[in-house]
């Protein structure tokens, strides 16, 4: 077995135009994947399209509003009339939600927009995914981007952690359902990585992380590449059900 090779697989990786999404799509191109990006804006996704050739990726990209199961059905449709398969897949598009705000005080459709873009994004991603692997009886590799918050708690955004939680409880549940037919299901829990959504975090919390982080530094995107393709790779087949925390040690926390 060549460790960490990916040629013949495609992968696709929600989020995959900017930020940790597109880390993964460099680390997985650069091992030999065909990559397929999924993400809203349509810009995003050409600019990311482009970097990932640069690399020499055989990438496309597709915009679509994953909150929705429609949508995630349809954007895999193409994916699959582009590239006939799907091998491994990354769901990773995600957000904050609200923030600054006791539970009591954010209102029901603030509440129920963050459970539809942490959670129901990640079913309504690997729904069509798990399909079509059962029905080709191949095997494959589920990845979700989870959070050290679904290990902390998030006060004041309560929704983040809840949703990054619950995703674990899926992968551990998957792993189970999906394990006899050769599908690992795994999370990767970052800790606080620098990108278009963490950079608009309070400085305060930018602050706490680099006091807590045993290295006295923050993540880097490249730091996220490895993981996703060991992760997508048969190196990691007799690892399912895992929370992989990538945090410098902020949650072992020592002084
Ligand atoms: N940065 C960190 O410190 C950190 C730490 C732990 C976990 N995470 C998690 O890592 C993941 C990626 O976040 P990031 O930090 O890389 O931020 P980011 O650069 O803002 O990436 C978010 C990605 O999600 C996509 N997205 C958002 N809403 C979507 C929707 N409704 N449908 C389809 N795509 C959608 C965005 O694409 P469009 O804008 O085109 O829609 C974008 O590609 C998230 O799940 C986040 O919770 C981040």
């Known amino acids: 077995m060549e460790l960490f090779d990916l040629k013949d697989k495609v992968a696709l990786v929600t989020g995959g135009n900017s930020g940790i999404g597109l880390a993964y799509a460099k680390g997985l191109v650069k091992a030999g994947a065909k990559v397929a990006i999924w993400g809203r804006n349509t810009e995003k996704n050409a600019l990311a399209k482009k970097e990932l050739e640069n690399l020499g990726g055989d990438v496309m990209t597709l915009s679509a509003d994953l909150t929705k199961a429609a949508a995630a059905r349809e954007a895999f449709q193409q994916t699959i009339a582009h590239f006939g398969k799907v091998d491994i897949c990354f769901a990773n598009a995600g957000g904050a939600g609200p923030q600054g705000q006791r539970l009591h005080q954010i209102n029901e459709d603030d509440w129920n927009s963050i459970i539809d873009l942490n959670l129901n994004s990640v079913v309504n991603t690997y729904k069509p995914v798990i399909a079509h692997l059962l029905e080709r009886e191949a095997p494959g590799k589920l990845i979700v981007t989870s959070s050290i ?84 790779s048969n190196s990691s087949d007799f690892m399912t059900g895992q929370s992989i925390v990538l945090d410098g040690g902020h949650t072992i926390y020592p002084l």
């Open 149 to 232: 918050a679904a290990l902390m708690g998030t006060g004041f955004s309560s929704g983040y952690a809840t949703t990054k939680a619950a995703v674990l409880g899926l992968t551990r549940s998957l792993a189970v359902e999906l394990g006899k037919k050769g599908i690992q299901v795994n999370a990767i829990l970052p800790g606080y990585i620098e990108t278009e959504m963490s950079l608009n975090a309070p400085e305060v919390f930018r602050e706490a992380t680099l006091r807590r982080s045993c290295s006295g530094t923050n993540g880097t995107l490249e730091q996220m590449e490895g993981i996703a393709v060991f992760l997508a």
